[in-house]
């Protein structure tokens, strides 16, 4: 079982063997799916300029309509799913095209709600038309974090990008664009902490430590655990199932199992408590 062995510690390895893993991963986006270079959508952009360019008074009573917009980037759905490993990009709930998807945009398309409570009414249509503004999300973080997008620093102009965005200071961590395991830390009991202001206030925003979701991340955490623990048992028996086990902890730790993170963060911390010669 000794190679099984070292891909295990090679798991724990990259959480760099401390708590610094978190119960949110770090996404890697890949290249914009068609229907962002088509010309439907760059119409339904041109629309959207057109109305926001007028005076807030002259449409007080109207909203635009997304319905085009949004039928056009059900397309990029399967690349979201896909990107995530078929997982919440905020929770990691198991998703899927099925099931409990919601294709979130980061920063809402108007009515921004900052830290205290003010509203941004037209920020930031121009980024529902962007294959970066968009990430997929269960149920429960998208009703939980609405049009919710605090920022430290005053909003951007309409129609930014880039830097410009980025000096905003957004106070809701983008798991494309952070790297969550520098704000996010969680235990056993899978509750989650953080020990800067964006891990704070996107646990608060995200709800990330709402009872279903707490108790789902523990019962995966025990699974995990039993399955170490009935390694340990077997391996030091000497026996010969030692790696029908090890290749259950692997497989726990398959890429679209849920809570990934966590349970990288914990089997890191589990190895480090072992005495070497079990290695």
């Known amino acids: 079982a000794s190679s099984l062995n070292s891909k295990l510690v090679s798991s724990s390895a990259n959480s760099s063997l401390r708590q610094s893993d978190s119960p949110m991963f770090r996404l890697h986006r890949p290249a914009p799916p068609k229907v962002f270079a088509s010309s439907e959508l760059a119409r339904e952009r041109a629309r959207a300029r057109d109305f926001f360019a007028r005076k807030a008074p002259s449409r007080s009573q109207q909203r635009f309509d997304w319905d085009r917009t949004i039928r056009l980037l059900r397309q990029a759905d399967a690349q979201l799913i896909k990107m995530s490993n078929g997982k919440c990009a905020f929770c990691e709930s198991t998703i899927g095209l099925d099931r409990w998807f919601n294709r979130e945009l980061f920063r809402p398309k108007a009515h921004a709600i900052g830290r205290e409570g003010d509203v941004a009414r037209d920020h930031y249509w121009w980024l529902a038309f962007e294959w970066s503004n968009l990430l997929p999300s269960c149920q429960a973080c998208n009703v939980a974090k609405a049009s ?28 494309c664009v952070d790297n969550p395991a520098h704000h996010l830390f969680f235990d056993e009991k899978g509750l989650v902490s953080a020990p800067t202001e964006p891990g704070r206030v996107t646990i608060e925003v995200l709800a990330l430590n709402r009872e279903p979701l707490v108790e789902a991340r523990k019962r995966e955490l025990a699974l995990l655990r039993n399955a170490v623990d009935v390694w340990r048992a077997v391996n030091a028996r000497g026996a010969s199932d030692s790696l029908d086990s090890a290749k259950l902890i692997v497989s726990i730790l398959e890429d679209r199992q849920p809570y990934l993170a966590a349970k990288q963060q914990l089997l890191a911390l589990w190895v480090r408590e072992l005495p070497k010669r079990e290695w």
């Open 148 to 175: 919710r997008f605090p920022t430290a620093a005053p909003r951007a102009p309409a129609e930014s990008t880039g830097q410009a965005l980025l000096d905003e200071q957004p106070l809701l961590l983008d798991p």
